[in-house]
């Protein structure tokens, strides 16, 4: 081969006579804002009378085990969206506060 002649490349990815169809993806849902600890407080309170999950709960709050705190609010969600299915996996955790704050925690002192 001559320094001049180079080989030629044919770019074979795009193809006019194969046109593709535009792709199409299932819109995303909408936006909502995240339900406030009040408008939760009625689905937590529901969630209180099951008195097994709250001895457990109170059980686990403070401890330093970390396995079993996120044990226990993974389990805490998976109740709360048995009560309603349109809790969200944030909403779900902060069903824990919820739950806190009607058993009175953070303790002062």
């Known amino acids: 081969m001559s320094k001049d002649h180079k080989p030629k490349i044919i770019d074979r990815s795009h ?4 046109a593709q ?18 408008e939760l407080a009625p689905i ?20 330093e ?4 705190v996120s044990a226990m609010m993974d389990e805490v969600r998976r109740v709360a969206q048995s009560i309603d299915s349109t809790i969200t996996h944030p909403e779900g955790t ?13 303790r002062e002192g």
Request: aromatic share 6%.
């Open 44 to 63: 937590a309170h529901k969630m209180s009378e099951n008195a097994n999950l709250m001895r457990r709960f109170r059980e686990v709050i403070g401890s």
């Open 94 to 106: 902060s069903m824990s506060l919820v739950l806190m704050k009607m058993l009175g925690y953070p």
């Open 21 to 38: 169809a535009p792709r199409s993806y299932a819109p995303l849902p909408p936006n909502k804002p995240m339900r406030s600890l009040e």
């Open 15 to 18: 193809r006019p006579d194969q």
């Open 65 to 68: 085990d970390k396995q079993r």
